[in-house]
């Protein structure tokens, strides 16, 4: 009888324990982001999540995926609370996923509420552009879907074929750095790359200017990825993850992992600001058709 006494004792005592104000599953794709790289990265960016929220009074389980599909998946049959997806993705998909999600938001880099890319070449390149990409080489990162799509979005429109079939040669490189270092070493004619990378490397190195330039740039701001919580999701795990994601910059534990992830904030995306892009992608889905 007292062993028994003890086993309800030890159950109401782990019961209390696990009193949270809330339970959120949050759902992240490391395959194609900078989590790819680093393994110390998600193991970071798990334990300081987990922390955040357990601060909050909440307790967060948070999961890797290799396969997008997947990630959206389970979103979508409420195993998650939320999760992060890259923009081809979501754009892709957007009237699934309007319908499945809500509370739409993103992450600042430390470069701003959207990102800008270049075709970079060598400077002995005279009056360049993506119309002279025919037989040249180029330099890409590998997982760079964003890059990919304004890359063959422009050989579409000019070319009317994929980049593939216009190029003579594409290195998809691991790291991003390489992309530049190869045009810089006269490597590759081109390359396709962020402006945080550009603007890395320059400080790094200011004397790649002497060999490689800027061609052209991105008249739209691009967005990296978009965060999303499921339609069942409950409104004070919304409101709270908001709140530590607008706070997290002031948390002391953020400097463990501000090297790797670089200085990131969330923001919510307001009605308006995925007009833009909501037309750019449909464009590039409908060239995409046409000449694949």
Not at 71 to 90: C, E, G, Q, S
Not at 125 to 134: A, C, Q, V
Not at 211 to 240: A, P, R, W
């Amino acid at each position: 009888m007292k062993k028994i006494i003890l086993i309800i004792l030890l159950i109401i005592t782990l019961l209390q324990a696990e009193n949270y104000k809330y339970e959120a599953t949050c759902g992240f794709l490391y395959q194609g982001t900078i989590l790819t790289k680093f393994k110390e990265a998600r193991v970071a960016l798990r334990s300081w999540i987990e922390e955040l929220i357990k601060k909050d009074g909440g307790k967060a389980y948070v999961n890797f995926y290799k396969n997008e599909e997947k990630l959206y998946r389970d979103l979508r049959d409420n195993k998650l609370d939320m999760i992060v997806l890259t923009a081809p993705y979501f754009f892709r998909n957007k009237e699934d996923i309007y319908k499945h999600a809500k509370d739409f938001w993103s992450l600042d880099f430390g470069s701003g509420k959207y990102i800008y890319y270049y075709l970079i070449g060598k400077n002995d390149i005279n009056n360049g552009s993506f119309k002279t990409l025919k037989n040249k080489t180029l330099s890409i990162q590998k997982n760079d879907s964003i890059g990919k799509v304004w890359l063959n979005k422009n050989t579409y429109e000019l070319n009317k074929e994929k980049a593939e079939k216009i190029l003579k040669t594409i290195r998809y490189e691991e790291k991003d750095s390489s992309v530049v270092l190869n045009v810089y070493f006269g490597k590759s004619d081109y390359a396709i790359i962020n402006k945080r990378v550009w603007d890395d490397m320059l400080a790094l190195n200011p004397a790649i200017v002497k060999k490689v330039k800027i061609i052209e740039k991105t008249d739209i701001g691009q967005l990296n990825s978009i965060g999303m919580y499921s339609k069942n999701t409950k409104q004070i795990i919304i409101d709270s993850v908001f709140k530590i994601g607008l706070e997290m910059d002031k948390d002391e534990g953020y400097n463990n992992v501000i090297d790797i992830l670089y200085k990131t904030t969330m923001y919510k995306l307001e009605e308006h600001d995925l007009d833009n892009l909501i037309k750019y992608y449909d464009d590039y889905f409908k060239l995409e058709e046409k000449y694949n």
